[in-house]
């Protein structure tokens, strides 16, 4: 893709927008992971490895620019 890709819509229970902001701050980084049921969810991650809650649930889509 790029070193300047980067996700701009995560959907899946809902559709969540990433903030250019957001998607550069070198304090957060973007997880996506599977749960106990086999889906994927997406939340941040902050600097010290702690994880903040779920933004999207049942993940289905990542759009991707360029």
Same mark, same amino acid.
């Given at each position: 893709m790029g070193p300047n890709a980067r996700v701009v819509t995560v959907t899946g229970d809902v559709a969540k927008p990433i903030d250019p902001a957001a998607w550069a701050d070198p304090n957060v980084t973007p997880i996506l992971h599977t749960t106990?049921?086999?889906?994927?969810?997406?939340?941040?991650?902050?600097? !010290?490895? #702690?994880?903040? *809650?779920?933004?999207?649930? !049942?993940? #289905?889509?990542? *759009?991707?620019?360029r």
């Open positions: 106990k049921r086999g889906t994927l969810k997406f939340r941040w991650a902050n600097r !010290d490895g #702690t994880w903040r *809650e779920t933004e999207v649930k !049942d993940v #289905t889509k990542l *759009e991707i620019a």
